[in-house]
């Protein structure tokens, strides 16, 4: 364990799973405070047992964040337990697959809601109680795909643009305020969502599934897929000190797909 973000206070949202999970597990090993958000109740409090028996630092809560009324409660559920809040990675995030002739309003509901709209709400609340304690960093977790085009995912890669251009002008507007505002855009990452849904699709096993994905990691220059632990160490780097000089940016953690 160090001790980046001793004494600091986190809130992670998709803290219940994948890259929040091991963001809030990082976080939480470096001396933070955390507060796991997440939509699914139950993944938070499994997630948050697993990071801290005890659960003096840590605190599990349920709440659909695509609702302004859930990013609020979120927040301040989090301030009354731990008294301020410092950190606000925004990790969690929804997928929908097809070429935009398949879209619909449902599906572009689900996607703004999630991937922007969960974004914007979580920041509206976090920076009044970061600003209140003389600042703070924001982490917004985009995606290498924001900036990279492919077939087949135009929806999620529009909101994960969406999401780099809200970063730049939340980092002009809060910047006196003593808040930083980044993003992240990791590359294909080794989630067991992923893994799980390769499984059911195609028939096989989970093992043979995460076989078969590791190997896809073929297309990137590291020829691999992350480990969802290599990008939490990258929005570690944006949320603590180490990064004071930094804001407004966006850093590719992609295994170098977009180089
Ligand atoms: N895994 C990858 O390959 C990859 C690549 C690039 C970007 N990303 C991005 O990284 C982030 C994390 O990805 P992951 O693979 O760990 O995802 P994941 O599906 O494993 O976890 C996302 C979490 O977000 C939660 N969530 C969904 N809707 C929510 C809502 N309305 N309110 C609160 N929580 C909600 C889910 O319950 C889930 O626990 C996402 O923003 C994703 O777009 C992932």
């Not at 939480?28 to 139950?42: I, N, T």
């Not at 938070?44 to 605190?59: N, T, W």
Request: net charge neutral.
């Amino acid at each position: 364990m160090s001790d980046r973000l001793a004494g600091k206070v986190a809130l992670v949202t998709g803290g219940g799973g994948g890259i929040g999970e091991a963001t809030a597990r990082l976080f939480w090993d470096e001396g933070a405070h955390v507060a796991v958000v997440d939509s699914d109740a139950s993944a938070a409090q499994r997630a948050a047992a697993g990071i801290d028996k005890s659960g003096e630092r840590v605190l599990a809560i349920g709440a659909d964040l695509t609702q302004e009324v859930g990013a609020a409660r979120a927040v301040r559920e989090t301030v009354e337990r731990f008294g301020r809040l410092d950190v606000l990675a925004n990790v969690a995030g929804v997928r929908v697959w097809g070429p935009i002739t398949e879209a619909t309003k449902k599906s572009w509901d689900f996607i703004l809601g999630v991937n922007l709209l969960a974004v914007a709400h979580c920041s509206k609340f976090a920076v009044p109680e970061m600003a209140r304690h003389g600042g703070g960093s924001i982490v917004n977790v985009s995606s290498a795909n924001a900036i990279q085009g492919r077939s087949g995912m135009a929806q999620y890669d529009a909101t994960k643009a969406a999401v780099l251009a809200l970063t730049r002008s939340m980092a002009y507007d809060h910047a006196d305020q003593g808040i930083r505002v980044n993003a992240l855009c990791p590359g294909p990452t080794l989630t067991m969502f992923h893994v799980r849904r390769r499984a059911a699709a195609k028939g096989v096993s989970l093992e043979q599934a995460e076989a078969e994905m590791r190997a896809a990691g073929a297309r990137v220059l590291l020829k691999r897929q992350a480990e969802p632990r290599e990008i939490a160490y990258g929005i570690l780097y944006l949320a603590c000190d180490e990064s004071s000089y930094v804001t407004g940016t966006t850093l590719m953690v992609d295994g170098g797909l977009s180089a």
